[in-house]
């Protein structure tokens, strides 16, 4: 069974840093495609940082410069590097993991950016 396990979220000032952590059960060769999605309350869930096997980035406009996404095959995990955060990234963030069968969700994790 797949499970995608988060951690890193916490409060933090604007302008400071996390970094979150996607923990995999299986190989993150068994996905097409990793990424972090974030929800606010009140709207819709958005992407944020995606990754393609190929190791092909993409990131949403507002966290370009940001943000990085990147993976560590042996410990199969992803990680999100946060830096300037800004009061309207306070989110949940869920990890994701596609394949061509399913999508992968992870439990998600508080980020909480005070000004």
């Known amino acids: 069974q797949v499970q995608l396990v988060e951690s890193g979220g916490g409060l933090v000032q604007a302008g400071g840093s996390l970094r979150l952590s996607c923990a995999a059960s299986?190989?993150?060769?068994?996905?097409?495609?990793l990424g972090w999605y974030r929800q606010a309350p009140g709207k819709q869930r958005e992407l944020v940082a995606r990754?393609?096997?190929?190791?092909?980035?993409n990131y949403a406009d507002s966290v370009k410069g940001r943000f990085t996404i990147s993976r560590n095959n042996g410990n199969n995990t992803v990680y999100l590097r946060m830096n300037s955060l800004k009061v309207e990234d306070t989110a949940i963030y869920y990890c994701?993991?596609?394949?061509?069968?399913?999508?992968?969700w992870g439990q998600g994790t508080q980020v909480t950016v005070s000004s």
């Open positions: 994701n993991g596609a394949n061509f069968l399913q999508d992968y």
């Open positions: 299986v190989s993150l060769f068994s996905f097409n495609a």
């Open positions: 990754m393609s096997s190929g190791a092909a980035t």
